[in-house]
């Protein structure tokens, strides 16, 4: 990487386009809590952006401030949400689908008209590039839009009656209750939404927590969250996570956990929970993707799925291929294509045009990659890309490190940035034992032509992670297919159609099949007397 090519991370005010600057620090003390948007007065947590100026002496622009909200507000977002559930009497689980999806519209019409706000707040908080932010904005409401035509679907297809062994029923689904929604800093708008619309769409409240890095980028929706549904049903909370969260879980009035962040801290919260067989948990955790490379592999697309899998968004991503395994008769060419490319890699600041390597969001996350890459590097490893792990500040050029073996810290962990740990191997057995003895099971890809070969992994391989990839990194996406994982990996499925039945359940409607249950039932449905028991559908 050139010297004029590394200086441009930082860069003055003036240097920053017109649309991408900040008029001055964004103070939020605002918080929305029994479907009022109150002003908080007391403590504020400073908001630093990854972006560092000249004029700051070359450290974090300070972004703003958000509320460091206390237990007495977080008890007041549990009642607000209790009165709105009212042991699912409320009006909101009371609605018809219908009428839930009017709430739901309502919403994504105000949440387009701040797009452009969302976006700009996503680049400066957590360093995504404008056209990833852009990218995550619109695939959020893609994905809302989806999540009503998934749920009219469903709906369709309960409006029905069934008839068995003389009973006469209707099978639909209902709420759950209260339900904690924690969003990851890497998604913060996007997976934040995954959760919490199919939560609301499904009847259930919910109090929702944004990630520590990505909290500004939610204000501008909380009118919009306000104006759209009914008070209570959505509450937000801005905080220490420990002294919020945790009281939260043990009052064991939360029914629903939904969380995207470690596996360490999704086990805290549950066991915050006095009545855990009450608890239902709906969980995106941590992985270390592996890649395995087939020594017939297209070394071309290898190459390209691989640098793209490991390093978008700084490999800041679950989905992130974490390790690469390359047969040993073809590393020596991988490698030089491998480094090849990422020597051409843009790195700058997010509104450069196609960057691709931005600075990290993380508080000393350069630091904690430096004690990976050391540690490697004590164990026998090399960096063998030029100017691999070089640090500016927030700052890392992607590292690739060569050959690493299991006493390496970077071989177990998930490093969560841009370090790509390659190794050999020379029997197949070797990546696939990896995979077995891993505490994550979410994703692999492979590499290969031989269908024999590839079959035979793919046997293996399925009951070890939730999505083998053939040819192509590891995603998440399409968001209609389902994504979980295995073991530390995920609790439950998010999809499209698999999210609305995580955040409810399936409740009947049951009597005898005779002449008197016939007419009650019959003058129930033609009078249109229930929201539940109904054959009316959304068409």
Known sequence: MSTKKFENIIRSIKEI?????????IIQSEYLIDGEIRNWKGEQQDVYSPICLKENENKQFKLGTYPMLTQIEANQALES???????????????SVGQRIKHIEKFTFKMIEKRDEVVKLLMWEIGKSYKDSQKEFDRTVDYIKDTIDALKELDRKNSKLEINSGILAQIKRSPIGITLCIGPFNYPLNETFTTLIPALIMGNVVIFKPPKFGVL????????????????????????GAKLLTPLMQSGKID?????????????????????????????????????????ANLEVAVNECVSGSLSFNGQRCTALKILFVHENIVGSFLEQFNTKIDDIKCGLPWDEDVQITPLPEYKKTEYLKELIDDALKNGANIVNKNGGTIKNTFMFPAVLYPVNKNMKIYHVEQFGPIVPILTYKDIKEPLLYMMESNYGQQVSIFGKNSDEIAKLVDGLVNQVSRVNINSQCQRGPDIFPFTGRKDSAQST???????????IRSMVAMKNDSDNKELITSILRNHKSNFLSTDFIL
């Open 217 to 240: 980028l939610h204000k501008p929706l909380l009118e919009a969250f306000k104006d759209s549904f009914p008070k209570g049903v959505v509450n937000t909370l801005y905080g220490s």
């Open 17 to 25: 386009p017109d649309e991408f600057r900040f008029d001055g620090e």
């Open 494 to 504: 998010l999809s499209v159609s698999d999210a609305l039945r995580a955040f409810s």
């Open 256 to 296: 629903v956990l939904a969380f995207i962040g470690s596996s360490n801290v999704a086990s805290q919260l549950k066991h915050n929970h006095p009545k855990p067989n009450r608890l239902k948990a709906i969980l995106g955790l941590e992985a270390k993707n592996a890649g395995i490379i087939m020594p017939d």
């Open 81 to 95: 949400a209790s009165n709105a559930y009212n042991m699912g009497m409320g009006e909101w689980p009371q609605m």
